[in-house]
C-alpha cells in the first residue's frame, strides 16, 4: 500500500475499500475491485488473482508501461573489454 502497511488477506482488502470515502470509492476501479474482491471471498481459484490485479490497479492507478528508454540513459555495454590502445 502507497502508506506502507501490508494487505494480506481478501478481509483486510474489503475493510480497506469500505473505509474510502464515497468519491473515491465510487469510481469504476474500486468498484469493479469489490465486485472481483466478492467473487474471490465467495468462490476463491483465479478469482483470487483476479482480485488482486484489479485492487492494485485501483490502488496504483493504471500507469503506461514506457516504451524504450524514457530516461535517456546509455546503456551499458557488457561484456565489452577495452583494448590496451583505448586505454
Known amino acids: 500500500m502507497p ?4 494487505i494480506r ?3 483486510e482488502a474489503a475493510e480497506y ?3 474510502l470515502p464515497r468519491k473515491i470509492g465510487n469510481t469504476e476501479p474500486w468498484q469493479l475491485a469489490a ?5 474471490a471471498a465467495e468462490h476463491g481459484g ?8 484489479c485492487f492494485a490497479k ?3 492507478g493504471e500507469k503506461p ?3 524504450g528508454n524514457p530516461d535517456g540513459m546509455k546503456s551499458q555495454r557488457w561484456g565489452k ?7
Open 3 to 6: 502508506d506502507g502497511r501490508i
Open 17 to 19: 475499500a469500505v473505509s
Open 81 to 87: 573489454r577495452k583494448l590496451a590502445r583505448d586505454r
Open 65 to 67: 508501461t514506457p516504451i
Open 58 to 60: 485501483a490502488v496504483f
Open 46 to 53: 483465479p478469482f483470487v488473482f483476479m482480485a488482486r490485479v
Open 9 to 11: 488477506t481478501i478481509g
Open 35 to 39: 465486485r472481483v474482491l466478492q467473487e
